[in-house]
């Protein structure tokens, strides 16, 4: 069974720093690209970063570019987004997701994570 | 950047009603194009990708059609289960999501 299970979630100043990790099971890690997909409160789904399945190409939304990095150590079958000078629209549920084999940047979600709440405010 | 438009915001239908969901593109996606079920809480359940193919273990009902701009979801006889949040993405390039459709009991 296919699994993601994030962590790191929590209240965050502005400007402050957080990293959220996703745990996964049930696959070959190292043989998908990975992503995450963030959703404000009452709103709706937003793209924000993908990384290769063997780490050496990143992708990121233009809302995050140079704020946010992600990364994946495929030893540990975990992926990370590292936030950095974050604001109160960073404010979100942010999902692990895998998109379908053969997609790196793009693609479909087939395993979604429960989500971990980020709150930024002071 | 494409956009994703979805209508109506909100749709209000009787159990065992048909619902007929739409959403445009910007720009043509070819046929990469997913549909997604949110409920209160969860995350986003895949229905429907490439279009119209259903994912594993979405009942019959669901159906998705279109191609180029133009896509519809359709639930052919709402069950009380269905009501939900309804989410179109295209993945032809960088992912967008549609805002969403509110389908609510009517």
């Known amino acids: 069974e296919v699994q993601l299970v994030e962590s790191g979630g929590g209240l965050v100043q502005p400007g402050g720093s957080l990293r959220l990790s996703c745990s996964v099971s049930?696959?070959?890690?190292?043989?998908?690209?990975m992503h995450w997909v963030r959703q404000a409160p009452g709103k709706g789904l937003e793209y924000v970063s993908a990384?290769?399945?063997?780490?050496?190409?990143?992708y990121y939304a233009d809302s995050v570019r140079g704020r946010f990095t992600i990364s994946r150590d495929n030893s540990k079958n975990t992926l990370y987004l590292q936030m950095s000078s974050l604001r109160a629209e960073d404010t979100a549920v942010y999902y692990c997701?895998?998109?379908?084999?053969?997609?790196?940047?793009?693609?479909?979600?087939?395993?979604w994570g429960q989500g971990t709440l980020v709150t930024v405010s002071s | 950047e494409i956009v994703m438009t979805q209508s109506p915001a909100t749709l209000s239908v009787s159990p065992g009603e048909r619902a007929t969901l739409s959403c445009r593109a910007s720009q043509s996606v070819s046929s990469n194009l997913a549909w997604y079920q949110q409920k209160p809480g969860q995350a986003p359940r895949l229905l429907i990708y490439?279009?119209?193919a259903r994912a594993t273990g979405i009942p019959g009902r669901f159906s998705g059609s279109g191609s180029g701009t133009e896509f519809t979801l359709t639930i052919s006889s709402l069950q009380s289960e269905d009501f939900a949040v309804y989410y179109c993405?295209?993945?032809?390039?960088?992912?967008?999501f549609g805002q969403g459709t509110k389908l609510e009991i009517k």
């Open positions: 993405q295209q993945y032809n390039n960088w992912p967008v």
């Open positions: 049930g696959f070959t890690f190292r043989s998908y690209a």
């Open positions: 997701v895998r998109p379908t084999y053969g997609y790196e940047s793009s693609g479909y979600y087939t395993y």
């Open positions: 990384i290769s399945s063997n780490g050496g190409s990143t």
């Open positions: 490439g279009a119209s």
